[in-house]
């Protein structure tokens, strides 16, 4: 059974600290990997990811692959209150599903 | 550009009273359209799928089905709602094309909260 599973369950960080936040999975047919930031309603895209290695990167978050260990992490340097969400890392399995983790939810505090 | 709507945002129901929940996209067409049930602010679990008008696959077997009818709008029914089937309701979207052309990205609606009392 495909599974994607998040950690940690859920983090507190005070503004300005660093945090990595983790996703594994053991997918068949394994297409791309994505993050989501969720604040209140619905999530919003922040990366996907298709090969290893390579760093995207977007202002303070940045998100890497690492096919071999099939996992991915994804960083937030100088954290700030409004970075506060639930992160969802998903994989696109087969032609059309994706499968979502359990997500992170992350409180920055002031 | 293409947009996604979803409705009603909330809605309180009782045990064993039906349910509609409808979603619209506009700005593409043939759009590959998902329903997901997100439980007390966890992970989202793939209920439905639709690659295409009156083409429906199911994911989890339960009192939900889903419906197609046109080729933007998806719909999510119950003719006899439980209390597990409370959560938030999440209809999203993705394009055609592969991964190069960045259809791989799937768009959410905004939700629909669903308490069953």
């Known amino acids: 059974e495909d599974k994607v599973v998040q950690s940690p369950l859920s983090l507190v960080v005070h503004e300005g600290d660093t945090v990595t936040l983790n996703c594994s999975y053991e997918?068949?047919?394994?297409?791309?990997l994505l993050w989501y930031k969720q604040e209140k309603k619905a999530p919003t895209f922040l990366f996907m990811l298709?090969?290893?290695?390579i760093e995207k990167k977007s202002g303070r978050l940045s998100s890497i692959l690492d096919k071999k260990e099939l996992s991915s992490i994804l960083n937030i340097t100088a954290t700030q209150t409004g970075d506060s969400a639930i992160y969802l890392c998903?994989?696109?399995?087969?032609?059309?599903?994706?499968?979502f983790g359990t997500g992170t939810r992350l409180k920055v505090l002031a | 550009s293409q947009t996604i709507h979803q409705w009603p945002a909330t809605l309180v129901q009782p045990v064993g009273s039906p349910l509609s929940l409808e979603c619209t996209v506009e700005?593409?067409?043939?759009?590959?359209l998902y329903w997901y049930r997100q439980a007390a602010g966890r992970g989202l679990q793939l209920l439905f799928y639709?690659?295409?008008?009156?083409?429906i696959s199911s994911e989890v077997p339960q009192n939900l089905s889903a419906s197609r009818p046109q080729d933007r709008q998806f719909i999510l029914s119950s003719k006899k709602l439980l209390l597990s089937d409370s959560g938030f309701y999440l209809c999203?979207?993705?394009?055609?094309?592969?991964?190069?052309?960045?259809?791989?990205?799937?768009?959410f609606g905004a939700g629909s909260r669903l308490t069953v009392l």
């Open positions: 999203a979207w993705r394009g055609q094309g592969g991964i190069i052309s960045g259809a791989n990205v799937l768009t």
């Open positions: 997918v068949t047919n394994f297409r791309s």
């Open positions: 298709t090969s290893s290695g």
């Open positions: 998903a994989v696109a399995s087969g032609t059309y599903k994706y499968i």
């Open positions: 700005g593409t067409s043939n759009p590959n």
């Open positions: 639709s690659v295409g008008i009156g083409q």
